[in-house]
């Protein structure tokens, strides 16, 4: 065979090549492009012959066995005609490189992200080979969102962020992706070792030898240093550096603080100690970057199975020792096919200019794709399981689903918790208002990170109206909330207020019982009526005095019975008259004496029969006194007794003594009641308003 053969879907020796570039890097896509030569005699080939299809160049080297380039035709151009043949271009690529081409917005949660790579690299279908040469273990990334970016730009933040790098093995009929991220994972180029010096030595052609090499060391960064900060560990000091001891001198730290180290993984309440050790691991990775750039040798080489990813054995040289390939950029170029003859001559030529790092260090390519930043607030809808209202944890986290969101089922699994923000949150106190499923939500994103959502508002739209009817009530400002689980149109708690000129008012509703408790005084000013109705009971416990004083009338309508018990006296003192008027039997009892004093005169009328009795005297006295009895009236002192009726007066005794000396009695005189005056009501304190000093 030539020394460079293409294979293609189009039948064999159709196409041939004439020149190569190929730009390889680790953790970079690599790029092959290729000048072929087609006979002008042949159809013009179309784009959609090769667009697409998979194709590879076998390079023979002098010894040993062919080395592939294999791809994807990704770009398909008709140059200009060369001779009898036709000139067409187009550049091989890997299957990775269609990951440039899908772009989405989704979430991933609960993966690590080597699960969330085999989900998308899955979406390739069977081009896709990964091998994996990956050390350790990776930490379930609880929540990871993939917003606005391509499948590629997402894969690769991903494997920048845990310091895992790639390159490609090449097969003549494949491809395979290999991941890495320690150097077990390469293996040496076939031969081994590089030898410097010239390629023609004692008249004998050798490939495996350096015709250039040069080792550079540079000055990096010594030393990282981040933080981050996690809400269910607030005093937890998240600091994480890694440094490295250089073989030379140091005049200073050289350290690089950035800040967040995004190592608190959003799950609170999960392991602090994993939080942690993943803000060592990503200082040791940006270490290791900075390691990578230290000492970079350059090399130019003639041997072919040299590739990106392998290491190599440097000999011949004061620089000797192992290297590891990171990028290089090889130029081929055959000279034969210029005229009728298809027979090639000896004008290949084949360069590799590679870049390389010391074979121990832990390299690491630089992290070069951007964080996807969300410019601006967005908004969402909460969600939670079928069934409830409200879905919540400890910390007052709710769920959303953006309405970029294609794959979310609306439930409780379709975001991770997001923190919300309140109008005050303080220790034990502040204002709370938790966002209730279905409720649309203002979300931004700290530091623009789309792994970082917090809730910081909330909106209404055509589902969700407001309370109160726009534009009709727009003085109307409040609180209304809603009764759940299961609560109606009418079942609310609400505060509201109207500042409509003239009618301004506030309305509080309690939709079942209403608690208040004061500490200290109760102020109450109502400067006109005041209205107060309770359907069943009402209940009032003065635990001291109480004082209750009308200006004007006071009017108690009572349908029931009124029980009135006293621990002490009653005083009441009237400037008018007093008015009873008692339907039934009127009962008045004192435990001790009992005295009806009246500054005129006094009338005692009942309706039918009136007994007066005392247990031991009864006194009467007055200037005049009148006995007047319709029928009769009869006077009784054991036997003796004096009967005055119409037929007569009637005297019985046992002796009747009239003008046989002895004396009357005297009555005593009534005491004259004298009840205290009751006590005037204390000054009502003033209901002032604190801040305008009652104004």
């Not at 001779?83 to 081409?101: C, N, S």
């Not at 994996?132 to 920048?160: H, I, W």
């Not at 990170?449 to 409040?478: C, F, M």
């Not at 006094?602 to 006194?619: E, K, Q, V």
């Amino acid at each position: 065979m030539n020394e460079a053969e293409f294979k293609s879907p189009l039948p064999n020796e159709e196409l041939l090549f004439q020149r190569l570039l190929a730009r390889e890097e680790l953790g970079r896509l690599p790029e092959f492009r290729l000048d072929l030569l087609r006979r002008s005699a042949l159809k013009p080939l179309q784009a959609k012959q090769l667009l697409g299809k998979t194709a590879a160049l076998a390079i023979q080297p002098v010894k040993g066995k062919l080395r592939h380039l294999h791809g994807h035709i990704t770009q398909f151009e008709r140059g200009a005609g060369q001779g009898i043949y036709d000139v067409y271009r187009i550049v091989l690529r890997p299957w990775l490189w269609q990951l440039t081409l899908g772009a989405d917005c989704r979430v991933f949660q609960d993966k690590t992200v080597v699960q969330i790579l085999d989900a998308i690299f899955a979406e390739y279908g069977s081009s896709g080979r990964v091998e994996k040469k990956l050390n350790g273990s990776f930490n379930t990334r609880p929540y990871t969102v993939q917003y606005r970016e391509s499948d590629f730009a997402f894969v690769s933040r991903l494997m920048e962020e845990e310091g895992i790098y790639y390159f490609f093995k090449h097969e003549a009929a494949q491809h395979t992706l290999v991941l890495c991220n320690s150097p077990t994972g390469h293996q040496p180029v076939e031969g081994d070792k590089l030898a410097y010096g010239p390629a023609l030595k004692g008249g004998d052609y050798r490939e495996d030898l350096l015709d250039h090499w040069s080792l550079a060391h540079l000055l990096q960064s010594l030393k990282y240093t981040t933080t981050d900060y996690a809400a269910e560990a607030p005093t937890t000091d998240m600091k994480a550096n890694a440094e490295r001891t250089p073989s030379y001198p140091k005049p200073n730290d050289w350290e690089v603080f950035d800040y967040p180290g995004n190592h608190d993984d959003y799950a609170m309440g999960s392991n602090m100690s994993a939080k942690l050790q993943t803000g060592k691991d990503r200082a040791k990775f940006e270490v290791n970057r900075f390691e990578s750039l230290h000492a970079v040798g350059t090399g130019v080489t003639p041997y072919r199975p040299l590739a990106v990813g392998m290491t190599f054995a440097l000999t011949d040289h004061p620089d000797a020792a192992s290297f590891l390939v990171t990028s290089s950029i090889t130029e081929m170029a055959y000279g034969g096919y210029q005229g009728g003859d298809e027979e090639a001559n000896d004008s290949t030529r084949y360069v590799c200019r590679f870049n390389c790092v010391p074979k121990e260090v832990a390299f690491l390519p630089q992290a070069v794709t951007p964080t996807p930043v969300v410019r601006g607030p967005q908004t969402a809808v909460v969600t939670g399981p079928k069934g409830d209202e409200i879905h919540t944890d400890k910390y007052g986290r709710v769920k959303v689903q953006f309405h970029w969101d294609r794959e979310g089922k609306k439930d409780e699994k379709s975001s991770c918790w997001v923190r919300v923000a309140h109008p005050w949150a303080g220790k034990g106190f502040g204002m709370v208002a938790l966002p209730r499923i279905g409720d649309e939500v203002v979300v931004e994103f700290l530091e623009g990170n789309p792994d970082r959502p917090l809730i910081t508002g909330r909106v209404y739209n055509e589902i969700n109206k407001h309370p109160w009817e726009l534009p009709a009530q727009a003085t109307v400002s409040g609180i209304r909330t809603h009764s759940s689980k299961g609560g109606g149109a009418d079942n609310f708690n609400e505060l509201r207020f109207d500042d409509k000129k003239g009618s301004e008012y506030v309305w509080m509703q309690a939709q079942k019982d209403y608690h208040r408790l004061v500490k200290n005084d109760a102020h109450d000013t109502v400067k006109n009526d005041r209205w107060s109705e309770v359907i069943k009971n009402s209940q009032t416990k003065i635990g001291e005095n109480y004082t209750f004083s009308v200006g004007k009338v006071s009017t108690v309508s009572l349908k029931g019975d009124t029980h009135l018990k006293l621990g002490a006296d009653l005083n009441s003192a009237l400037t008018g008259a007093l008015n009873v008027k008692v339907g039934g039997a009127t009962a008045i009892k004192g435990d001790t004496s009992v005295a009806l004093t009246s500054g005129a005169s006094m009338d005692f009328n009942a309706g039918a029969g009136m007994n007066l009795t005392a247990a031991s005297f009864m006194n009467a006295k007055a200037i005049k006194i009148v006995l007047d009895a319709g029928m009769e009236l009869c006077i009784k002192a054991g036997a003796s007794f004096i009967t005055l009726n119409a037929s007569g007066v009637t005297i019985q005794g046992p002796i009747v003594k009239i003008n046989s000396g002895g004396a009357a009695g005297s009555a005593k005189e009534a005491a004259k009641a004298s009840p205290p005056a009751p006590k005037e009501p204390g000054d009502q304190a003033k209901n002032e308003d604190p801040l305008a000093g009652g104004k």
